[in-house]
Nanobody, 121 residues
Framework: QVRVVESGGGSVQAGGSLRLSCVAS????????MGWYRQAPGKQRELVAT???????NYADSVKGRFSISRDNGKKTIWLQMNSLKPEDTAVYYC???????????????WGQGAQVTVSS
């Protein structure tokens, strides 16, 4: 069974740092773009950052210069390093994979269960 699992959320004071991890597990042959979205209470889910299999990255303006996304294709893992955190970064962070080829065929638009990040002032 293919799964996308986040870890590393938690609580931190403003100005602090956290690192999120996301692993795609199962019999997976290739993975396309991976990324992070977040959803704050009462708000719509929004893009945080994405990374292609070749390492091309894209960031929301609100996190540029503070967050960094990275990837290890062999480990089927991405990370989100979050520095200089602000209270407005408080949200549930979701890992997403746009497409995968697996032993059971292609899978599209896979999401993790989410990791809570809370930043206090």
């Amino acid at each position: 069974q293919v799964r996308v699992v986040e870890s590393g959320g938690g609580s931190v004071q403003a100005g602090g740092s956290l690192r999120l991890s996301c692993v795609a597990s199962g019999i997976i042959f290739t993975i396309g773009d991976m990324g992070w979205y977040r959803q704050a209470p009462g708000k719509q889910r929004e893009l945080v950052a994405t990374i292609s299999s070749g390492g091309d990255t894209n960031y929301a303006d609100s996190v540029k210069g503070r967050f960094s996304i990275s990837r290890d294709n062999g480990k089927k893992t991405i990370w989100l390093q979050m520095n200089s955190l602000k209270p407005e970064d408080t949200a549930v962070y979701y890992c997403t994979v746009d497409r995968m080829t697996t032993n059971r065929g292609p899978l599209y638009d896979q999401w993790g269960q989410g990791a809570q990040v809370t930043v206090s002032s």
